[in-house]
């Protein structure tokens, strides 16, 4: 079973996040959440079972709905990093527009 890098720290537990939800909306089930997150119901599986860990766009989406702050969603499932890392490419131009960004510079030199 593939657990994400962020399941490793002690304190999180996105089942919390989860029930908190539940509850909070009045929800029966996972299935009832998946419906008022617009998720497929096993994304909500997966993440209870540590398999998906809850994404950026997830977040927003819970935001959304329940009006809560991005900061309690994340504090409510245990996740206290306050710093990200970024992969060196994030940000940096793709080859190609790299390549026509050269060529129109030299254009405009002639």
Do not use: F, W
Not at 18 to 38: F, P, V
Not at 75 to 89: E, N
């Amino acid at each position: 079973m593939a657990h994400h890098a962020l399941a490793s720290q002690e304190s999180y537990n996105p089942n919390h996040l989860l029930d908190i939800l539940l509850g909070k909306m009045q929800l029966k089930n996972d299935a009832a959440l998946s419906r008022l997150l617009e998720v497929a119901p096993p994304v909500i599986s997966k993440i209870r079972h540590h398999r998906l860990p809850v994404g950026a766009s997830l977040l927003i989406r819970m935001h959304e709905v329940t009006g809560m702050s991005i900061r309690d969603l994340r504090d409510l499932m245990g996740d206290r990093r306050t710093k990200y890392r970024l992969s060196d490419a994030q940000g940096r131009p793709k080859p190609e527009e790299r390549q026509g960004q050269a060529e129109a510079g030299n254009y405009a030199r002639h």
